[in-house]
């Protein structure tokens, strides 16, 4: 298996646009989690889904944020409209079951706001 | 509130020497704790979990110990070689129900030739 796949691997736009990170976890895996990583408050929850319905939002900042998971294969984050502070790197982390005793992460995707 | 501590000042270590690296929680009942690598630009990878009825825990030139009186985990790496310079991170369950992991700090590790 190629591992959990995120897209694109950097992003730079401008504030005020809208941003789209994409997921795919790894097959069979049926919990997905996003992440999110900066040097001042390192690596914080945002979501977590298990059988592709959210099961824990208190992560997600501000309304701003949205996550979808329409299918097992695929999850999106959607910041809109972004702001300089989400500059960071995002994670998404699939696991094989609900017991979440091993997290398989993706390379992340490095969002700069300008 | 819920908080877990690792040494934020980097540990800089000789090559072949025991590195030890230092996890502390409050306010967690954690069913077990699990140790994360990562490396620049990459997301962390899983190296261990231990569980609360487990003291220690090894595999290849890695301990991990688990005092839940203590509310403290160490990592121990044996025989450490420039390849296991990384930002090590550890992570306990949130919920209590062992489905959201959150994540300390991290210790990054440098291992001089």
């Known amino acids: 298996d190629a591992g959990v796949i995120q897209s694109p691997r950097h992003e730079v736009t401008e504030m005020g646009q809208e941003v789209t990170l994409r997921c795919k976890p790894i097959?069979?895996?049926?919990?997905l989690f996003w992440y999110r990583q900066t040097m001042m408050r390192g690596l914080e929850l945002l979501i977590y889904?298990?059988?592709?319905?959210?099961?824990?939002d208190s992560g997600m900042p501000e309304d701003r944020f949205s996550a979808k998971m329409p299918n097992a294969s695929f999850s999106t984050l959607k910041i809109q409209p972004s702001e300089p502070r989400d500059s960071a790197v995002y994670f998404c982390?699939?696991?094989?079951?609900?017991?979440?005793?091993?997290?398989?992460f993706g390379s992340g995707t490095q969002l700069s706001v300008l | 509130s819920q908080k877990i501590e690792q040494n934020s000042e980097a540990l800089n270590i000789q090559e072949g020497k025991t590195a030890t690296l230092t996890c502390n929680y409050t306010?967690?009942?954690?069913?077990?704790l699990q140790w994360y690598r990562q490396d620049p630009g990459r997301g962390p990878v899983f190296l261990l979990l231990i569980r609360e009825n487990e003291k220690e825990k090894r595999k290849e030139r890695l301990k991990v110990t688990f005092d839940t009186t203590l509310k403290q985990s160490l990592f121990h790496i044996t025989a450490s070689q420039p390849a296991d310079s990384a930002t090590y991170l550890c992570?306990?369950?949130?919920?209590?129900?062992?489905?959201?992991?959150?994540f300390g700090g991290g210790t990054r590790l440098m291992v001089k030739p």
């Open positions: 982390a699939s696991s094989q079951d609900s017991s979440n005793e091993k997290l398989f």
């Open positions: 306010n967690y009942s954690p069913a077990y």
């Open positions: 889904f298990n059988n592709n319905v959210p099961i824990d």
């Open positions: 992570a306990l369950d949130r919920s209590g129900a062992g489905n959201m992991l959150t």
């Open positions: 097959s069979g895996h049926n919990s």
